[in-house]
């Protein structure tokens, strides 16, 4: 079959706004949930009456249910046709909205938003992917992977706003019983997109199944993990498994796994039986090389969301409100690249564009760096993420055609499992790391400071280095005020260690983003084998290039 048609008989709805409006909406969706809950946790444990680290797990637990089963969604998206997949997908995904709107404690909000919502995304996300080449000729593609691209890291920048906003004026659960609105008006306008007729054929590979979800959740459990016990080093009142941190070996036996993965598929295609994931697609370079500029956009895209709210939020002290106003000119900068670039230059170069893309990561990134100092308001951080969101639209308006193009249309939903399968790898990474280094820093500076401090107390930086050795955590200065004035510290020694602690967040926040600098640096390095042409209507894609 082609590879750039809908399979005989279906009908095109190429270039259709409603068909672009649809799809762009459910990644809205899937994007939003994470982001909204993020302001909203102390409110919801309180509301549910269980504690925050119970509605963190709830979050990690929602992140590993759709990364596990996002290959598998593809391939049942294959079977049961990439329409009714999107369909169902969607229903699955309203119910569990309804069921976290009426959630009376922690084991229902699991049930809905954990379970339901997740398995829901895992079938949509995919099927998304596969639609767009279904409904779109490769011309257009760009420009409308672009906008769905556009619509997901908009969610992420939106969520805080949206969040703070229903918390404080209303509800949490409002937030979800809208999504269920969104649900029923996505329903609604699925009947103008054009399907791809399911593969009667195909059967779904159980043990590579097993496999995949085993491998991915693994790796992507142990990354969440990250921050908690250590990446190599288990930090203090952490497990420790062989001494070593429990991420490493969660991340080693999900490699394993995935090892194990492919050389169950590849047995498979060998004996000519059905599998997951075809091993021959991660042969072309082409596909290598967008899904790892996949994996270092989100982790980027990640770090920053991570950082600059931790550095509005906490070190300036503003609400959840303004915290997502601040954030506004990233999604402005992406939202104009990523539908600008293809609709101004739809024949421009996609390697020429994601290298222009990273780099102006890099300068919005390095710009925020130098700007970070104590007394600096929020202004700081506009025109950096201003140029970062720049950057993002550009990656997000070249990347998915790229993929997709790489390998036949009857592989988009394959395809699809494995670049959201990535995404939230390099989501999961990004922030992991980021906060890695950023109290790694934030502690190092810290203990230096107030050990060399001729205000503070040798038996106040004894007992701090004691206590902290685990990690300094990042506070306001209200918050630590409050607790050097339950401590009984004395009014001198607390005013050094407010500034020492002022100084260490700036120290580690500009540790954290100079490694998201760096790798954003990598990233342009790893870029090169991309196409350095827009694929055509006519052309069929070469594995070798």
Same mark, same amino acid.
């Given at each position: 079959?082609?590879?750039?048609?809908?399979?005989?008989?279906?009908?095109?709805?190429?270039?259709?706004?409603?068909?672009?409006?649809?799809?762009?909406?459910?990644?809205?969706?899937?994007?939003?949930?994470?982001?909204?809950?993020?302001?909203?946790?102390?409110?919801?444990?309180?509301?549910? *009456?269980?504690?925050?680290?119970?509605?963190?797990?709830?979050?990690?637990?929602?992140?590993?249910?759709?990364?596990?089963?996002?290959?598998?969604?593809?391939?049942?998206?294959?079977?049961?046709?990439?329409?009714?997949?999107?369909?169902?997908?969607?229903?699955?995904?309203? +119910?569990?909205?309804?069921?976290?709107?009426?959630?009376?404690?922690?084991?229902?909000?699991?049930?809905?938003?954990?379970?339901?919502?997740?398995?829901?995304?895992?079938?949509?996300?995919?099927?998304?992917? &596969?639609?767009?080449?279904?409904?779109? #000729?490769?011309?257009?593609?760009?420009?409308?992977?672009?906008?769905?691209?556009?619509?997901?890291?908009?969610?992420? %920048?939106?969520?805080?706003?949206?969040?703070?906003?229903?918390?404080?004026?209303?509800? =949490?659960? =409002?937030?979800?019983?809208?999504?269920?609105?969104?649900?029923?008006?996505?329903? &609604?306008?699925?009947?103008?997109?054009?399907?791809?007729?399911?593969?009667?054929?195909?059967?779904?590979?159980?043990?590579?199944? +097993?496999?995949?979800?085993?491998?991915?959740?693994?790796?992507?459990?142990?990354?969440?993990?990250?921050?908690? =016990?250590?990446?190599?080093?288990?930090?203090?009142?952490?497990?420790?498994?062989?001494?070593?941190?429990?991420?490493? =070996?969660?991340?080693?036996?999900?490699? %394993?796994?995935?090892?194990?993965?492919?050389?169950?598929?590849?047995?498979?295609?060998?004996?000519?039986?059905?599998?997951?994931? #075809?091993?021959?697609?991660?042969?072309?370079? /082409?596909?290598?090389?967008?899904?790892?500029?996949?994996?270092?956009?989100?982790?980027?895209?990640?770090?920053?969301?991570?950082?600059?709210?931790?550095?509005?939020? !906490?070190?300036?002290?503003?609400?959840?409100?303004?915290?997502?106003?601040?954030?506004?000119?990233?999604?402005?900068?992406?939202? +104009?690249?990523?539908?600008?670039?293809?609709?101004?230059?739809?024949?421009?170069?996609?390697?020429?564009?994601?290298?222009?893309?990273?780099?102006?990561?890099?300068?919005?990134?390095?710009?925020?760096?130098?700007?970070?100092?104590?007394?600096?308001?929020?202004?700081?951080?506009?025109?950096?993420?201003?140029?970062?969101?720049? *950057?993002?639209?550009?990656?997000?308006?070249?990347?998915?055609? !790229?993929? !997709?193009?790489?390998?036949?249309?009857?592989?988009?939903?394959?395809?699809?499992?494995?670049?959201?399968?990535?995404?939230?790898?390099?989501?999961?990474?990004?922030?992991?790391? %980021?906060?890695?280094?950023?109290?790694?820093?934030?502690?190092?500076?810290?203990?230096?400071?107030?050990?060399?401090?001729?205000?503070?107390?040798?038996?106040?930086?004894?007992?701090?280095?004691?206590?902290?050795?685990?990690?300094?955590?990042?506070?306001?200065?209200?918050?630590?005020?409050?607790?050097?004035?339950?401590?009984?510290?004395?009014?001198?020694?607390?005013?050094?260690?407010?500034?020492?602690?002022?100084?260490?967040?700036?120290?580690?926040?500009?540790?954290?983003?100079?490694?998201? &600098?760096?790798?954003?640096?990598?990233?342009?390095?790893?870029?090169?084998?991309?196409?350095? /042409?827009?694929?055509? %209507?006519?052309?069929?894609?070469?594995?070798?290039?």
């Amino acid at each position: 079959m082609s590879s750039d048609a809908p399979a005989s008989g279906v009908r095109t709805a190429t270039g259709s706004r409603t068909v672009l409006i649809t799809l762009a909406s459910g990644q809205f969706l899937m994007a939003l949930d994470s982001s909204v809950m993020n302001v909203s946790i102390a409110t919801v444990a309180a509301d549910l *009456g269980t504690t925050v680290t119970g509605i963190q797990s709830a979050i990690t637990l929602y992140t590993l249910v759709m990364a596990s089963l996002m290959i598998t969604g593809g391939k049942l998206g294959q079977i049961l046709g990439r329409k009714r997949a999107f369909g169902i997908g969607c229903i699955i995904y309203g +119910a569990g909205s309804l069921t976290t709107s009426l959630s009376p404690n922690l084991t229902v909000l699991m049930i809905g938003w954990s379970g339901l919502e997740g398995i829901g995304a895992a079938l949509i996300m995919p099927a998304i992917v &596969a639609l767009v080449a279904s409904n779109f #000729d490769k011309s257009q593609r760009p420009r409308a992977y672009g906008a769905v691209a556009a619509a997901a890291a908009i969610a992420v %920048a939106l969520g805080p706003l949206i969040g703070g906003l229903f918390t404080t004026y209303l509800s =949490w659960r =409002w937030v979800f019983a809208g999504e269920v609105l969104i649900v029923l008006g996505i329903l &609604a306008m699925t009947r103008r997109i054009a399907d791809v007729p399911a593969d009667r054929s195909a059967k779904l590979d159980l043990v590579g199944t +097993a496999l995949s979800a085993a491998g991915l959740g693994l790796i992507v459990f142990g990354v969440l993990r990250a921050g908690s =016990w250590g990446f190599v080093n288990p930090k203090q009142g952490a497990p420790s498994w062989l001494g070593l941190s429990p991420v490493v =070996w969660l991340i080693l036996g999900g490699g %394993a796994v995935l090892v194990g993965f492919m050389a169950w598929e590849r047995r498979r295609t060998n004996r000519g039986e059905a599998v997951l994931v #075809d091993p021959a697609m991660f042969g072309n370079q /082409r596909l290598r090389a967008g899904l790892t500029s996949f994996l270092f956009q989100y982790l980027l895209q990640a770090g920053l969301f991570f950082v600059v709210p931790l550095f509005l939020s !906490v070190a300036l002290g503003l609400s959840a409100i303004d915290t997502g106003l601040r954030l506004l000119p990233l999604s402005l900068g992406l939202l +104009a690249t990523a539908i600008g670039v293809p609709r101004l230059r739809p024949q421009a170069s996609p390697r020429r564009v994601v290298r222009v893309g990273f780099a102006m990561l890099f300068l919005g990134i390095v710009l925020l760096i130098a700007g970070l100092d104590i007394g600096v308001g929020a202004d700081v951080v506009t025109v950096p993420l201003l140029l970062a969101g720049l *950057g993002i639209g550009a990656l997000a308006s070249q990347l998915g055609a !790229v993929t !997709v193009s790489s390998v036949p249309d009857e592989e988009s939903g394959e395809v699809g499992g494995l670049q959201n399968s990535i995404t939230f790898l390099g989501s999961s990474i990004g922030t992991a790391l %980021a906060g890695a280094i950023l109290i790694s820093a934030l502690t190092t500076s810290f203990l230096t400071g107030i050990k060399n401090n001729p205000d503070v107390p040798a038996s106040v930086s004894s007992q701090a280095e004691v206590k902290l050795a685990g990690g300094v955590p990042f506070v306001s200065n209200d918050q630590l005020s409050q607790a050097l004035s339950d401590a009984k510290v004395d009014q001198t020694t607390a005013d050094a260690v407010i500034d020492e602690n002022e100084q260490a967040r700036l120290d580690g926040l500009r540790a954290s983003l100079a490694a998201l &600098a760096l790798i954003s640096l990598l990233s342009l390095f790893l870029s090169a084998h991309l196409p350095t /042409r827009q694929p055509t %209507a006519d052309a069929q894609p070469d594995p070798k290039t």
